[in-house]
């Protein structure tokens, strides 16, 4: 298997990815690795991995053209060497729309797809279970035909990723009802039920998403990207509450002590980062977007999503399922 | 003052909202009351309240055009009391869509007002300090104009509820920058630099809303409720997990005697029954919305924030705002 992974872009830059590499190497030496970015900060590298200079560093601000404009970038000459070497993924942390847009017109999409869409595991309240939920941002506008495919893409990803054989299906709303949403998400909600969507459960607020019983979450990107970064925000919030309420006095803090192994459990429940990356779905290739704030372990999690993904066929699985509809 | 009272439709039946409004008469002995419903469930009001017998009560499920239909329904004989009476404020535990309808034909919008939204006051980081979010769900879509007009008028209600002179208000959007969003968030915050709106201070990401630096969080009907939602959903669970994090054993529930005192303040920071109500902005009236599943609590700090509007004079200043821009 062939990985290649832009080394640059990650906001604690080159020392937390080259990190992450090493300890993905460790657990998967068979795997050839490609790490693009400036030669000169990848030497810890040197006999793990191939390195590929690409001297020039795009920050998270560039936009879809600059970034395709910067043909000797880390993150296009990533794109570049994934299609020449006929690598099995790519991973990158550098800006989400500039990836995307690149890999769109590079590696072109999925037959029968006609937006990619970002995919991520969250956390739910059953210990151990994750809901897929997507699309958390790719888009800031989605038809309904662009929503129900990405309900077939999230039903590939469940059934191979979480190894779910039929996982349930809901579509994020304001009211469990067939009738609520916007115009898009009522047409798509009607389309899944006309079309028999298999365990396609109707509605769900964002208030139940997360309780456990679903296993895809479906949203346009916009919507997908609020419920995202609301989770985190109030997940951060409610930590520090809980930070600060240990740090009362004498008598909270050995309260700490005793609670702390519970906490550890919580706190792994909602750990972001042992989900690694995201996965850009709907893309002719595995593509995994690492957290832009990634340390190492989250990078290595990342490189271990796209091998994980590149494993288990689920690319080649996607352009069967849309072939069948077609 | 008079207010007039829904006192049916909550979860917990008339047996919380009547708690509720005796709770609330003890505190405002001199406020006219108007409670309307089943009058053999109202007679602990007696001498309290006047009593308005309407025996038939709409379930939660109940659509706009029901409500309308449903002339001696509770709602509707508390709209009619409403402009019998002249009242001041109404406030009603019912379904929210029913309600709003209602409300929107019988006492008509503010003029420059197409669309009434819902406004309620979030929790942050910083304690006291609260963010109004608007809309939460009064529409499933909304144009750019009438995200301007929820600016205004969460700008106004910043102002009059939470004593701020100068609100910063952002844009919910699924980054920072101001090209971020939906088409109608883009154009949104397009006119709002044009017209240079007083204090916007542009896009904001739901991962930074609560942080404390936000007076007023505008939003589109839809991803309002998202918002609302899932902010309730994610404190729901973690609360879960703490519970259960001390729950463990032996050692962490001496644990959470030390810390309990700071998880007090906690549970208090996030507590939603607190803000007991959300108002129905851009109606020709105070309109409250209590929560569903208002204990008497939740049901009396309802009335007590339609109490505060009316004795603001939030709508009579809200037609005044609106009248300068026409």
């Known amino acids: 298997m062939k990985i290649v992974i832009d080394m640059m872009g990650a906001d604690q830059g080159s020392v937390a990815t080259v990190a992450g590499v090493l300890a993905f190497h460790k657990n998967h030496p068979d795997v050839e690795l490609f790490c693009v970015g400036r030669a000169s900060e990848l030497q810890p590298l040197n006999g793990v991995a191939y390195i590929i200079d690409a001297p020039e560093v795009l920050p998270m601000t560039a936009g879809a053209m600059d970034v395709l404009r910067a043909k000797n970038s880390s993150v296009m000459t990533s794109i570049t060497t994934m299609i020449n070497e006929k690598a099995d993924a790519i991973v990158g942390a550098g800006s989400t729309g500039g990836f995307l847009t690149a890999l769109t017109i590079k590696l072109k999409l999925i037959p029968g797809v006609e937006r990619a869409a970002i995919i991520a595991p969250f956390p739910t309240k059953i210990k151990g279970k994750k809901v897929a939920v997507l699309d958390i941002g790719a888009s800031n506008e989605n038809t309904s035909s662009q929503i129900v495919q990405f309900a077939k893409m ?159 066929n689920v690319v080649a699985l996607m352009i069967e399922g849309f072939k069948q509809d077609a």
Do not use: C, W
């Open 154 to 312: 999230g039903r590939i990803y469940a059934q191979k990723v979480f190894g779910v054989d039929e996982p349930k299906t809901y579509l994020l709303a304001n009211g469990a009802e067939d009738e609520k949403g916007t115009p898009e998400i009522k047409e798509a909600n009607h389309i899944l039920r006309e079309t028999n969507f298999p365990q396609f459960m109707g509605n769900i607020e964002g208030r139940e998403a997360l309780e456990g019983q679903v296993d895809v979450l479906v949203t346009g990107g916009f919507a997908g990207n609020i419920f995202l970064k609301t989770t985190e925000g109030i997940a951060k919030m409610m930590s520090e509450m809980i930070k600060k309420a240990f740090k009362r006095n004498v008598f909270s803090k050995i309260g700490y002590i005793f609670a702390n192994k519970g906490f550890k459990e919580m706190r792994e429940t909602m750990d972001y980062k042992s989900t690694g990356g995201a996965m850009l779905l709907g893309i002719n290739g595995v593509a995994i977007k690492a957290h832009g704030n990634s340390d190492a372990y989250g990078f290595m999690s990342a490189i271990e999503v796209g091998y994980k993904m590149a494993e288990k």
